[in-house]
């Protein structure tokens, strides 16, 4: 009798961008960090969105009334095509380091803790100095990064489970282990599975968690000048308890 033939079960890369944009809804009314990035939106006319992931915030800039010139830029070809369902914004394929605007943008911004994606001393200077000769002089570069004394990736382990049903009505079992705490750097996977634990994908990331000093030292290298600093999106100082690091800071 002939085999069924073998299916791998999987779960694709537009699958994982599709759901991304389910459990991380850009909403400013319900989310005060989305208000906080909103309101610094609706004051400039040129926005740079790096990192934009799928979009979503550039696309609520433009169904909310901004008139102005929006680019988001990423390197993750999945997220980017959910981005481009609104052509009225240039989206652009690349990493922060290769940017090669010059003097354009009034803002940039990068949300959901893209920041911390850049791990190397070397790609932080380029990102930073490609930010910056981005910027008008005058501009700002809005962004956060998880404060390291919170310590996130303790909870980033396969005990907190979360089950979900992805737009596709897929009943989806997700959960994070860490594999490596070096220094500031997390490394850790995040697996995709059924509801059964067969799983579908697995993505490895690393995020590095900086202070705000050692932060600082690499705007000050950027010729960034922090301007604002908070701890929380209602703009509260950074304390010790503070989860986040949040930073405005200026081209001069
Ligand atoms: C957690 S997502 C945040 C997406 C979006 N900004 C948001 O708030 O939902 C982080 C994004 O950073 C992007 N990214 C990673 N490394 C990058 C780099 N070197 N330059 C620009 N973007 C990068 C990833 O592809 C991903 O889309």
Request: charged share 25%; net charge negative; with cysteine.
């Amino acid at each position: 009798m002939a085999k069924a033939p073998h299916t791998v079960a999987v779960y694709s890369d537009a699958d994982a961008a599709a759901l991304y944009d389910l459990l991380n809804p850009w909403d400013p009314e319900q989310w005060p960090g989305d208000a906080f990035y909103a309101e610094l939106i609706a004051d400039a006319d040129s926005v740079l969105d790096v990192g934009c992931g799928t979009g979503a915030m550039l696309h609520w800039a433009r169904e909310h009334g901004h008139a102005g010139r929006l680019v988001g830029l990423d390197p993750d070809k999945a997220a980017l095509a959910r981005a481009r369902r609104r052509m009225d914004i240039e989206w652009v394929q690349g990493v922060a380091a290769t940017m090669g605007w010059d003097t354009e943008f009034d803002l940039a911004i990068m949300t959901g803790h893209a920041f911390q994606f850049l791990t190397a001393d070397d790609d932080i200077r380029s990102s930073l100095a490609a930010v910056r000769a981005a910027l008008r002089v005058g501009g700002t570069f809005a962004f956060e990064t998880r404060h390291p004394q919170a310590q996130a990736w303790e909870s980033w382990n396969p005990s907190n489970v979360s089950d979900v049903v992805d737009a596709a009505d897929r009943a989806l079992r997700m959960w994070h282990q860490v594999e490596a705490v070096s220094d500031d750097t997390v490394t850790f996977t995040g697996t995709t599975a059924e509801p059964d634990g067969t799983v579908l994908r697995v993505d490895h990331t690393s995020l590095r968690f900086l202070d705000a000093a050692p932060l600082d030292v690499f705007l000050a290298e950027a010729e960034l000048e922090v301007e604002a600093r908070y701890g929380d999106w209602h703009r509260g100082p950074v304390t010790s308890t503070s989860k986040e690091i949040i930073t405005i800071a200026r081209r001069l």
